[in-house]
């Protein structure tokens, strides 16, 4: 199985500021990851695919880089709604495995 | 618009089965792959299941193989998930999403509001 191995668990930050999480396969997946945002008691909701491509409607203060291993999610600026839990996701081989989860919370 | 809407969960008592519904609507059902992914109280994301369009196909976690089944009814839009021999690690909010499309496989796209099953004596 991939494992996904996702940094920080967690951060505070403040609202406007720069955010960046980190997410480490343990083999090659291309670019076969998503972005997911969930918020307590909701379902995820998908930001970001082929990792680095903007799902419809989503702002574009959320962005994704990366390709092999290695892949960064980054909020531009963060604000107050974006709080929440993101998780990344392969898709290059089943079993799908998530990252350990990053809470954003505001300083 | 996408809405997938979970049912079958409850309190159950560890040992028998347990089948979940998910209804599916306003995408045409039988075009899409569907997973179940599971969610521990404060945990994190656990995939479950995955199963191909047309139903042929069925994948699963580690976890779970061997006890549970995903089927899929199109003519219903309706997609189900049998737990056998229900532990506490099963517990958890349980949720359908419809998978993306393109080569398989391929992640969740829209997902369900979720079904918690608690398993407790």
């Known amino acids: 199985d991939i494992q996904m191995t996702q940094s920080p668990s967690s951060l505070s930050a403040s609202v406007g500021d720069r955010v960046t999480i980190t997410c480490q396969a343990s083999?090659?997946?291309?670019?076969?990851l998503n972005w997911y945002q969930q918020k307590p008691g909701k379902a995820p909701k998908l930001l970001i695919y082929d990792a680095s491509n903007l799902e419809t409607g989503v702002p574009s203060t959320f962005s994704g880089s990366g390709s092999g291993t290695d892949f960064i999610f980054t909020i531009s600026s963060l604000r107050p709604e974006d709080i929440a839990t993101y998780y990344c996701q392969q898709y290059d081989n089943l079993p799908l495995t998530f990252g350990g989860g990053t809470k954003v919370q505001i300083k | 618009q996408v809405q997938l809407v979970e049912s079958g969960g409850g309190v159950v008592q560890p040992g028998p089965s347990l089948i979940l519904s998910c209804a599916a609507s306003g995408f045409t059902f039988s075009n899409y792959a569907m997973h179940w992914v599971r969610q521990a109280p404060g945990k994190g994301l656990e995939w479950v299941a995955v199963?191909?369009?047309?139903?042929?196909?069925?994948y699963y976690g580690d976890s779970v193989k061997g006890r549970v089944t995903v089927i899929r009814d199109n003519s219903k839009n309706t997609l189900y998930l049998r737990i056998n021999s229900l532990r506490a690690e099963d517990t958890a909010v349980y949720f359908c999403a419809r998978a993306q499309t393109g080569d398989f496989p391929r992640g969740p796209d829209y997902w369900g509001q979720g079904t918690l099953v608690t398993v407790s004596s």
């Open positions: 199963v191909t369009s047309d139903g042929s196909n069925k």
């Open positions: 083999q090659d997946i291309s670019i076969h």
